[in-house]
Nanobody
Framework: EVQLVESGGGSVQPGGSLRLSCAAS????????MSWVRQSPGKGLEWVSG????????YYAESVEGRFTISRDNVKNTLYLQLNSLKFEDTAIYYC???????????RGPGTQVTVSS
């Protein structure tokens, strides 16, 4: 059973930074492509970033390119997302997901709230 638990969210001012973590268990994390997605109030799920199983190749949505950095530690079974230069529009619940089927709730964690406000 896929188990994912996100942490590290919080409230931050515009321009600030946060580091999100996602602890994974119940599946071969070391061999799994992983994703970060987010959901803003009143909007659908938005794909944010992805990383291959060894952490060599990363992908970003245009809206976060250059500001967010995805990484992973396959020894600790943990996925990370560094959020820099945060903007109001980055306010959302952030979810980590196994693979690319992030719309399937069983592939996502419960999420962590990121709020950008002044």
């Amino acid at each position: 059973e896929v188990q994912l638990v996100e942490s590290g969210g919080g409230s931050v001012q515009p321009g600030g930074s946060l580091r999100l973590s996602c602890a994974a268990s119940g599946f071969p994390f070391w061999n799994s492509y992983m994703s970060w997605v987010r959901q803003s109030p009143g909007k659908g799920l938005e794909w944010v970033s992805g990383i291959d199983h060894i952490g060599k190749t990363t992908y970003y949505a245009e809206s976060v390119e250059g500001r967010f950095t995805i990484s992973r530690d396959n020894v600790k079974n943990t996925l990370y997302l560094q959020l820099n230069s945060l903007k109001f529009e980055d306010t959302a619940i952030y979810y980590c997901a196994k693979g690319v089927e992030y719309r399937n709730e069983s592939n996502r964690g419960p999420g962590t709230q990121v709020t950008v406000s002044s």
